[in-house]
C-alpha cells in the first residue's frame, strides 16, 4: 500500500505541498492543524500576509487592520493567508541623532526577514504590507529575490495638518521650525501648536518624503495595484485595494505571475521616469537601484542622469512645490501622472493586475490642474533629480533639482568641513556658517557612518533660518525626502572609502553647477595626492549591528546593497 497518497493533501505544483503532503509530514500537518487549520485548508495555496505594524510608527499603526481585508481577499480566491510581521523604523523619528545610523540599514534586514519565513515556510504566494521609508523597498526587494507571486499594499499617506490657517501644511516646513525659532519668526508656543495639529491621521507624512516616494513608485513599477500609491491611509479606498489585493495575488498564482516577470530593466526605468516626473526623494536612486540589484536588472546612475533630462516634473507636491499627497491622488493619482508621461514610459511591461502599463491606461483621462500639470507646461523643464560628477564626486553625487532656487543652480562657496552631522547642526545653530560657505559633512556614508544618515537636522537649519540663497550643503550622506534646497548627498566614494571628499579642507573653493551637472573642488591632483599621505579613515563607534553592516554595504553609487554575489 501507498501511504504517500492518502496524505497526498494538495498539487505539487505548490510550494506549500513540502508541508502537507506525504506520510512523513505528520508533525508539519499536526502543527498547521494547531493554528486552526483543517483538511480542507491544507488542500489550498498557502499566502504569506507580511506586515509591518508599529506603535511607534505612524505610517504603520494601521496595517493590522489593513491586513485584515487583504486576507478577506485572499480567502475569498481560495487562498489560506497566514499573517507575521516584520520591523519597521521611522526616519521621522531618527533624525538628528545617532539612531539615524539604523534606517537603511534596515532595508537590507527586512528584506531577509521576509526571505526567512517566506522560504522556510514554502509559502506560494504573499502579499507584503509595508507603510514608509525603508521598508517599502526592503520588501519589494524581497519579492525580487524570492520570485513567487506577490502584491504589496503600501500604508498610504496620511491627511496634512491645518497650521495658522493653513489647511495643506506638512511635517517639511514643520522641521524648519526651529531654525525659525532661533531667528524670531516663530514664537516657542507656535511651535508647540503646530507640533500637535501638523500629523493629523494615521499614515505615512502628508508630504513627498521618502515614504510616500516609495509608496508611489510601488504602483508605477506595477507590483500594487492602481490607486495604491496615493490613496489615503485611513479610508474606505485604501481598504478596498487591500482586499482587491488579496484577490490579486491569487489571481497571479493561478497565471505564473511572478515579480521578476514584471521588475524589468524597462519596468524600473519606467520608476526613474515616475520619480522625475512626481520630484520623488532622492533616496530612491538608492532604492531603485537596490530593487534592479535583486531583480537582476542592470540600473546605473547614468539613466538617472539621461532620464532626468527627458521628463520633467510635472506635480506641484510639497516639499518642492504647494500640495500633499491626497491633493494628487484628488487629481488622478499615480495613473495620471503615467498618463501624463505615457510617451516617456516602456508601455507592454506587465503589472500585477494581469494587465500591461498601455492596458490600464486606455481608460484613464487627464484633467491638469494646480497638482498635475502637463509635459508642456511643467513644474520644471527637468525631472526632480540630478546626478552631479566632478573631481570631488567621481562616481557621482545626487540632488534633487525640483527643490533648488534657480538662483542656487550654479554656487561657488568656501569649504567649511565637518565629520559629523552633530557637528554641522552645531556650526550652523551658532550662527557661524558665513554667506558663501559649502558646508561638508563627512563621515555619515554606508560605511563611514555607518548606515548613511540623513542631513535633514541640518538642511532644516539652513531653511529654517533663511540660508538657502547663502549656501549649499555636501555630503557623502543622504536627504530625507522632506529635503528641499541646495543640498547634495551620496557623495562618491565616501570619506571612509578613501574619496576625495576625506581629503577637503577649509577654504578649499566649491564649485556646483547642476545644468551642467557638475561638481568640482579646486585641488589639483598633486595636491589630493599630498593630502592622502598617513591618511586613516576616521572610524566612528558602532554596535554589531552596525558593523556588520559596514563591512558588507556596497558604495551609494551602486545602491548601498548587501553584495554577497562572491560569498
Not at 505612524?58 to 487583504?70: D, K
Not at 522556510?120 to 520570485?147: E, Q, S, T
Not at 500633499?324 to 495613473?335: M, N, T, W, Y
Request: with cysteine.
Amino acid at each position: 500500500m501507498d501511504f504517500n497518497k492518502e496524505f497526498e493533501m494538495k498539487d505539487r505544483k505548490y510550494r506549500s505541498s513540502t508541508l502537507t503532503n506525504g506520510l512523513g509530514r505528520s508533525g508539519q500537518r499536526a502543527l498547521l492543524y494547531a493554528t486552526g487549520m483543517d483538511q480542507e485548508d491544507l488542500k489550498k495555496p498557502f499566502v504569506a500576509v507580511i506586515g509591518s505594524f508599529s506603535e511607534m510608527v505612524p505610517g504603520h499603526t494601521h496595517l493590522r487592520e489593513l491586513a485584515e481585508y487583504v486576507k478577506q481577499g485572499i480567502i475569498e480566491a481560495g487562498g489560506v493567508p497566514r499573517q507575521s510581521e516584520t520591523i519597521a523604523i521611522c526616519d521621522g523619528l531618527c533624525q538628528g541623532h545617532k539612531g539615524m545610523c539604523y534606517p537603511l540599514a534596515s532595508r537590507d534586514l527586512i528584506a531577509d526577514s521576509v526571505e526567512m519565513v517566506v522560504e522556510a515556510h514554502h509559502f506560494d504566494a504573499m502579499v507584503l504590507l509595508p507603510g514608509c521609508d525603508k521598508i517599502i523597498p526592503g520588501m519589494i526587494m524581497a519579492a525580487a529575490r524570492l520570485d513567487i507571486p506577490a502584491v504589496i499594499v503600501p500604508g498610504g499617506p496620511m491627511l496634512p495638518g491645518n497650521v495658522g490657517g493653513n489647511p495643506l501644511f506638512c511635517s517639511s516646513e514643520l522641521r524648519e521650525y526651529p531654525g525659525r525659532v532661533e531667528t524670531g519668526a516663530v514664537t516657542v508656543e507656535e511651535m508647540k501648536v503646530a507640533e500637535m495639529a501638523a500629523l493629523p491621521t494615521v499614515g505615512s507624512c502628508a508630504h513627498l518624503g521618502t515614504a510616500n516616494s516609495m509608496c508611489m513608485l510601488s504602483e508605477v513599477l506595477g507590483m500594487a495595484l492602481p490607486g495604491a500609491g496615493t490613496a489615503f491611509a485611513a479610508s474606505n479606498k485604501r481598504k478596498r485595494i487591500a482586499k482587491a489585493s488579496g484577490r490579486a495575488v491569487m489571481q497571479m498564482l493561478k497565471d505564473g505571475i511572478t515579480p521578476r516577470k514584471i521588475l524589468t530593466r524597462e519596468t524600473l526605468l519606467n520608476g526613474v521616469a515616475g520619480a522625475m516626473a512626481t520630484g520623488s526623494s532622492t533616496n530612491l536612486v538608492l532604492h531603485l537601484m537596490a530593487i534592479a540589484h535583486e531583480a537582476g536588472v542592470e540600473l546605473n546612475l547614468e539613466d538617472f542622469d539621461r532620464i532626468s533630462r527627458e521628463v520633467p516634473f510635472i506635480c506641484n507636491l510639497q516639499p518642492s512645490g504647494k500640495y500633499p499627497i491626497v491633493s494628487l491622488d484628488a487629481s488622478g493619482g499615480i495613473p495620471a501622472v503615467l498618463k501624463t508621461i505615457e510617451c516617456k514610459l516602456h508601455t507592454d511591461q506587465m503589472t500585477v493586475t494581469g494587465k500591461t502599463v498601455k492596458e490600464l491606461l486606455e481608460p484613464v483621462s487627464v484633467t491638469p490642474d494646480d497638482v498635475l500639470k502637463t509635459l508642456e507646461h511643467p513644474q520644471k523643464p527637468e525631472g526632480g533629480i540630478a546626478i552631479l560628477r566632478g573631481n570631488l564626486a567621481p562616481r557621482g553625487a545626487v540632488i534633487k533639482q525640483s527643490g533648488v532656487k534657480e538662483s542656487m543652480y550654479y554656487f561657488k562657496g568656501r569649504a567649511r568641513v565637518f565629520d559629523s552631522m552633530e557637528e554641522a547642526d552645531a556650526a550652523v545653530s551658532s550662527g557661524t556658517i558665513e554667506k558663501g560657505t559649502v558646508i561638508v559633512i563627512r563621515y555619515e556614508g554606508p560605511k563611514g557612518g555607518p548606515g548613511m544618515r540623513e542631513m535633514l537636522s541640518t538642511t532644516s537649519l539652513i531653511m529654517g533660518r533663511g540660508m538657502d540663497e547663502d549656501c549649499a550643503l555636501v555630503t557623502d550622506g543622504r536627504f530625507s525626502g522632506a529635503t528641499h534646497g541646495p543640498c547634495i548627498g551620496h557623495v562618491s566614494p565616501e570619506a571612509a572609502a578613501g574619496g576625495p571628499i576625506a581629503f577637503v579642507e577649509d577654504g578649499d573653493e566649491i564649485e556646483i553647477d547642476i545644468h551642467n551637472r557638475t561638481l568640482t573642488i579646486d585641488v589639483s591632483e598633486e595636491e589630493f595626492a599630498r593630502r592622502k599621505e598617513g591618511w586613516t579613515p576616521l572610524k566612528k563607534p558602532r554596535k554589531p549591528a552596525l558593523a556588520k553592516y559596514a563591512y558588507l554595504v556596497s558604495s551609494a553609487d551602486t545602491g548601498a546593497v548587501i553584495d554577497v554575489s562572491d560569498l
